[in-house]
């Protein structure tokens, strides 16, 4: 009974601690992000909605007429974001599970620009076209950046520093 009173006792006189030591990310270094909020797509400056998702580990982008080139693939955006086509290195493949069981998708890197956050993350591709959302963003692009509050929509606009 000592050592728990002791360990929380403990606990809450460091918490506060760690906070200022650097490399730690506080509260005070993230951004509040609602349920879906706008992005951009850098370089190509396309602006799309995403879901945030924290129960989806990786993020997910969709991509019509996906064709795989050896190390690159090649793909479009939906119409409704202006369509572009784009041609990336595939940087792996995953299996991603998914409510129809698992597939096997490639990963590609993306910059992403969310609130004042510029992000280099790793995204799969698949046709989500029978989803509302174009783009997911899982924990690996929200961990130690972001505080979801899923009370809010759309609190973060893009503004990145050199953005036309």
Known sequence: MMDKLWSLV???????FFLFIPGVVGAEDKIVIGGVEDVI??????KLPARID???AKSSLDARELKVQGDRVEF???QTYGGLQLRLPIIEWRH??????RERRPIVELEICLGSRRIRTLVNLADRSMVKYPL???RNFLKEKFVVDVKRRRTAKPNCPEIP
């Open 136 to 138: 997911i963003l899982g």
């Open 10 to 16: 403990s606990l809450s006189i460091l918490t506060p």
């Open 96 to 101: 991603i599970r998914t409510p129809e069981g």
């Open 41 to 46: 797509l850098l370089p190509w400056g396309v």
């Open 54 to 56: 924290t129960g989806a």
């Open 76 to 78: 479009k955006l939906p």
